[in-house]
């Protein structure tokens, strides 16, 4: 598609492999902090508070995600759920456990985010998984990563009409089921081509 750039990922993002602290160094009040086993569970295409902390010692040890970065599981028992991810849009810096990337880019990072929850970024994901019980992608390998990559104007355009999307799947409530579904079909077609442009 005219003015959309095939770009590899490690042209604009420095991918960093994630930290070490393990849920036993949790404590009740303290920096925030990001356990990878909570991208399956609790983060979305993006965050802005966590729910787990560290102290000062293991915080000044770990490796650390800034505003705007993509914090991207590389574990996982599956090849659904490895490389799951959230941008991370609070204003603190947060310490990232091991089996992470911390993907630092230059773009609009909920655009960033759901382009990784897209089926263009599954199969490209699916030829660099590897494992049985335990799936892993390399953090280095992500570099090979091929995204289209329009205008951070355009990006933005594509970002507001999927939070539309994004928001009407999850704030429809009880009662309505064959609704959601549909919203969620819907929803998961206009991101793959708003992020495919095939």
Not at 38 to 66: C, L, P
Not at 81 to 97: F, H, K, M, N, Y
Not at 102 to 108: A, D, G, Y
């Amino acid at each position: 598609m005219f003015g959309y750039v095939p770009v590899r990922l490690d042209e604009i993002a420095t991918i960093i492999r994630g930290g070490n602290f393990q849920k036993k160094d949790f404590v009740e009040n303290g920096r925030p902090c990001i356990h990878y086993g909570q991208m399956y569970t609790h983060f979305g295409v993006y965050a802005d508070k966590t729910i787990t902390f560290v102290n000062d010692e293991v915080f000044s040890k770990s490796k650390i995600a800034r505003h705007g970065d993509i914090v991207m599981a590389v574990t996982s028992e599956n090849v659904e759920d490895v490389c799951s991810c959230t941008a991370w849009l609070g204003d603190e810096e947060v310490a990232i456990s091991g089996h992470t990337a911390i993907i630092r880019h230059n773009q609009n990072s909920k655009y960033m985010s759901y382009f990784f929850h897209s089926s263009a970024f599954f199969e490209q994901k699916k030829r660099l998984a590897h494992g049985t019980k335990v799936i892993e992608v390399t953090p280095s390998k992500l570099g090979g990563i091929e995204i289209l990559l329009p205008t951070i104007e355009e990006q933005s355009r594509i970002v507001s009409v999927l939070d539309r999307f994004d928001s009407l799947c999850n704030d429809i409530t009880s009662g309505l089921p064959a609704e959601i579904e549909a919203r969620k079909k819907q929803y998961e077609y206009y991101r793959d081509k708003l992020l495919d442009f095939k």
